[in-house]
């Protein structure tokens, strides 16, 4: 495998992060939302990962891969699983979204926790971009040798 | 063994192959940090090297791929451990840039004898 398909397995985890990134700011800003279009409140989302082999292009890439390269796998994200945990329910009977009793469903997120999600998306992140410099440093090494 | 197959310029070009399969390797625990299941894995660096030494390393196949062993497992089963990678991306890209700067100096040698040592 050439250097520059290592680029697109970081690269590949880059995007997986940010979208994790994302998710988790959705989770943050709806902490609050007791109406969604599909009625009740917001579910919160969960990110799922899985690692998937990087493909060949060809037969003949197939044949001449190395042990390493077969070993190669990127990152996608395979799901975005909804979170079962029951909503929060608060007697609020003046609220729009109350039931009958009187109670309003809030959805089920904890803040402190998704925070501590947003940095890890935020830390991984920045050790894939480490990881791009490094290859594009041995690229630019391996130039070298030409001049 | 044509003139310009010196055992040093196999020895370089096979370190560099290794080299960048491992460069996949950690790049791929990287970034499968956050994957859950996922084991770390690295090539078998000093055992390929020392095949490369006794000269077996002609023969087409491709180095060992194992998981790291010893490795601390969190409760979802991925065992990447970042301080390990990010040092291994260190070392890798350093070795990486020796090995290069000696094979430049091996052509430069070349281009010396080509050119009467003007």
Known sequence: ?147 | MSWLQTPNLIMLQRFLDVDAMRQTLVTTNVANVDTPGYHTRDVDFRGEMMRAMNGQADDGTSPFVMPVRGLLARPDGNNVNLERESMLLAEVQLQFKTATSILHTEFLQIHTAIHEGQ
């Open chain 1, 1 to 147: 495998m050439n250097l520059f398909r290592v680029l697109e397995i970081s690269g590949s985890a880059l995007l997986a992060e940010r979208i994790r990134a994302e998710v988790t700011a959705a989770n943050l800003a709806n902490v609050e939302t007791t109406k969604t279009e599909n009625g009740g409140p917001y579910q919160r989302m969960n990110v799922v990962f899985g690692a998937r082999p990087v493909g060949f292009h060809s037969f003949n890439g197939m044949m001449l891969a190395s042990l390493a390269d077969l070993h190669a796998e990127d990152v996608r994200v395979v799901g975005l699983a909804p979170d079962t945990t029951p909503p929060i329910r608060r007697y609020e009977p003046g609220h729009p979204d109350a039931d009958k009793d009187g109670y309003v469903s809030y959805p089920a997120i904890n803040p402190a926790e998704e925070m501590v999600n947003l940095m890890g998306a935020a830390r991984a992140y920045e050790m894939n971009a480490s990881a791009v410099a490094s290859t594009k440093n041995m690229i630019q090494a391996a130039i070298t040798i030409l001049s």
